[in-house]
C-alpha cells in the first residue's frame, strides 16, 4: 500500500470516527433531562428571581409558574400566605438603606414519594447573602404536583436554621 493510500485511509478512519463520536454526543444532548435536574433547573430559575429587587416582569413570571394558585407557603416567622400575598410583595418596593438578598440552594434533593409521578418533594438548604454581609440559612421544603404539562408548588415551607 502507497503512502498516499495510507493517509487516504487513515483520514477516513478519523473522519468516521469523529461523525461517530459526533452522533453519540448528540444523541446524549438529545435526550430528555431527568425530573431531578428539570426541577433543579426551576428551583435555580425562581431563586435567581427571588434575588431581583425590585422584581422585573420577567421575575414576576417566574414567580407565578413557579407557585400553583392554590399554594400554602408557610414563612420562615410561622406565618402562613397564598400566591395573591406572593405575587403582591413583588411590587413592593425595596425600603431604602435595608440591605438586598441574593438567594442560592445547597444540598437539593429530590423525592418522589412511593416512586410517585404526580407529587415529588423539592428540600433544600436555602442560603441567604445579604449586601451588608449578612448571611442566613433555612431549610426549605416544597411539595410540587404536575399540573397542565408543568411542576408547581403546592405547599412552601421554610425554617431558620440557627446560627452556630
Known amino acids: 500500500m ?25 444523541t446524549v444532548f438529545a435526550q430528555p433531562a431527568s425530573l431531578e435536574d428539570a426541577l433543579k433547573r426551576q428551583l435555580n ?12 416582569a420577567e421575575d ?18 410561622g406565618v ?12 413592593e418596593p425595596p425600603k431604602a438603606g435595608d440591605p438586598t438578598p441574593s438567594y442560592t440552594g445547597e ?3 429530590v423525592r418522589r ?8 418533594i423539592v428540600a433544600f438548604r436555602l442560603v441567604q447573602r445579604m449586601s451588608d454581609g449578612t448571611t442566613n440559612r433555612y431549610r426549605n421544603t416544597g411539595t410540587f404536583v404536575q ?3 408543568r411542576w408547581q408548588a403546592i405547599a412552601w415551607q421554610a425554617t431558620p436554621i440557627p446560627k452556630p
Open 2 to 26: 502507497t503512502r498516499s493510500a495510507k493517509a487516504s485511509r487513515s483520514v477516513k478512519a478519523s473522519r468516521s470516527i469523529v461523525l461517530m463520536m459526533f452522533v453519540s454526543c448528540a
Open 45 to 56: 430559575a425562581f431563586l435567581a428571581a427571588a434575588s431581583h429587587s425590585p422584581a422585573s
Open 60 to 77: 414576576k413570571r417566574v414567580f407565578s409558574a413557579f407557585f400553583a394558585d392554590d399554594v400554602i407557603y408557610t414563612r420562615a416567622s
Open 80 to 91: 402562613v400566605i397564598g400566591k395573591a400575598d406572593i405575587m403582591k410583595a413583588l411590587d
Open 107 to 109: 444540598d437539593v434533593t
Open 113 to 120: 414519594p412511593g416512586g410517585n409521578d404526580a407529587v415529588v
Open 147 to 149: 399540573r397542565n404539562g
